[in-house]
């Protein structure tokens, strides 16, 4: 009389097919983890360029209207420093004027020379220079974004080069 008792036979087969599994749910544990990252990276981008867009987009709307200053300024026959001493008076209005969204601007005249700055509240800025000749015309001086950085410590070296 054999009686066989309850034995589980695990043969080569099921092995190899455990072994797949396992890889399977390791993969799928990566590939959600993956995609989450991803994700929050995309929405940093996102927001970064949607900041970057409001800055250009205000200080687009600050030189239309310096643009439009000076051209009644033209029309006006007003000299260069008639001119200057009364965009003085307008230039925090002109500066208001131009945000958009919770973009915050300054604007300041040194002789010739109106800088304006744009700051969004993520930190990204815009700071622009316009110099105005004695025509009453402005030239773009300098476009300049930055970035405030946030990293804490030395950063970190990956590779020194040959030595």
Do not use: H
């Not at 589980?8 to 990566?30: D, E, F, K, Q």
């Not at 800055?55 to 209207?65: C, D, G, I, M, T």
């Amino acid at each position: 009389m054999n009686e066989r008792r309850g034995s589980v036979r695990i043969g080569p087969i099921s092995l190899l097919t455990l072994i797949i599994v396992l890889c399977l749910a390791v993969m799928a544990v990566l590939a959600v983890t993956t995609s989450q990252a991803t994700y929050a990276v995309t929405a940093r981008q996102a927001s970064f360029t949607e900041d970057t867009y409001e800055n250009e987009a205000s200080a687009q709307k600050f030189v239309a209207a310096l643009d439009g200053f000076l051209a009644r300024e033209r029309y006006a026959k007003s000299s260069q420093s008639e001119a200057m001493a009364s965009l003085e008076r307008e230039l925090p209005n002109l500066a208001v004027q131009a945000v958009d969204g919770d973009t915050k601007a300054a604007a300041s005249i040194d002789e010739a020379t109106v800088s304006a700055s744009f700051t969004s509240p993520s930190g990204r800025t815009l700071d622009i220079e316009l110099g105005i000749n004695a025509r009453l015309e402005y030239s773009i001086e300098q476009w300049k974004a930055t970035t405030p950085s946030t990293s804490e410590g030395a950063p970190e070296t990956l590779w020194t080069g040959a030595e």
